[in-house]
């Protein structure tokens, strides 16, 4: 299928590991230009290096209000197709091993700055008639995972958030989707199950198996499958999408709309 993204560009965050690299590497195969956004100077800078013909880098925080317009600065004119909206979630933690300070600082590093970013970009797919916003969250907005109250709560936000906004501006042929991904062979999943190991008393392996045993695929996901769907709602082709939250989590969700 010709998904129509040749010379295309999009913005995508955390593009050196897990989700945003799967995704920035599924564009780029689809001939699409990427702007790539990431904290680590070396694996950006290797990254980059591999793509010399697709790949912009900027190394930076995208959860910081100042990189925000740094890369608002560097797009300039030119026509933006679309933003993968992702970078990493807030540490995982129980509610009584949470403080008022965590919540603090996981207000700004799952909402507030999506907000900043929407708002920084927004203008311009309204002045194209034409954006694809894809926010990437977790399967925690459908159902809670144990020791991630922070992500639990503020990511239930997004959804609020990224639906009213989609309602918003649908006519304008832009569009606003989430993907809530469930256990992959991430960085983000091992340190979950390291938590879990840690409150568990078992090892890291024994909690890997236990897990599995509770997917209906019986394995973790891989980030090259999320990605072919993410791919796909970063195109022209999906425009009759909207305002969706989409489980990618091998059938965890046991819902009639998991």
Same mark, same amino acid.
């Given at each position: 299928m010709n998904l129509q993204l040749q010379n295309k560009l999009f913005l995508v965050g955390g $593009?050196?590991?897990?989700? #945003?690299? $799967?995704?920035?590497?599924?564009?780029?195969?689809?001939?699409a230009q990427i702007i790539t956004v990431a904290r680590n100077a070396e694996r950006l800078s290797e990254f980059a290096s591999e793509f010399p013909q697709n790949v912009e880098a900027i190394n930076g925080d995208i959860t910081d209000p100042e990189i925000i317009g740094e890369i %608002?600065?560097?797009? #300039?004119?030119?026509?933006?197709?679309?933003? &993968?909206?992702?970078a990493g979630g807030p540490p995982a933690k129980s509610f009584l091993e949470?403080?008022?300070?965590?919540?603090?600082?996981a207000y700004f590093? &799952?909402?507030?700055? +999506?907000?900043?970013? &929407? +708002? $920084?970009?927004?203008?311009k797919f309204q002045q194209q008639k034409y954006g694809r916003m894809l926010f990437i969250e977790s399967i925690s907005v +459908?159902?809670?995972?144990?020791?991630?109250?922070?992500?639990?709560?503020?990511?239930? $936000? %997004? &959804?609020?958030? %990224? +639906?009213t906004l989609s309602q918003e501006v649908a006519k304008e042929g832009i569009t606003a989707n989430i993907l809530a991904p469930g256990y992959h062979d991430t960085d983000a999943v091992k340190r979950v199950l390291n938590k879990k190991a840690e409150v568990s008393g078992l090892s890291y392996q024994e909690v890997q198996k236990l897990l599995e045993k509770t997917i209906p695929v019986g394995r973790m996901g891989q980030p090259d499958e999320f990605a072919?769907?993410?791919?796909? !709602?970063?195109?022209? !082709?999906?425009?009759?999408?909207?305002?969706?939250?989409?489980? %990618?989590?091998?059938?965890?969700?046991?819902?009639?709309? #998991?």
């Open positions: $593009a050196t590991a897990g989700f #945003g690299n $799967a995704i920035s590497r599924s564009l780029i195969a689809e001939g %608002v600065d560097y797009v #300039g004119d030119r026509r933006l197709d679309g933003i &993968v909206v992702n949470s403080n008022l300070e965590d919540w603090d600082t590093s &799952v909402l507030r700055w +999506k907000v900043d970013l &929407v +708002k $920084a970009f927004l203008p +459908k159902q809670p995972v144990e020791n991630l109250v922070l992500s639990n709560s503020f990511r239930l $936000a %997004v &959804v609020g958030f %990224v +639906k072919s769907l993410a791919t796909w !709602l970063l195109s022209p !082709l999906s425009g009759y999408i909207t305002g969706q939250t989409i489980s %990618v989590d091998g059938g965890v969700m046991m819902g009639s709309f #998991g």
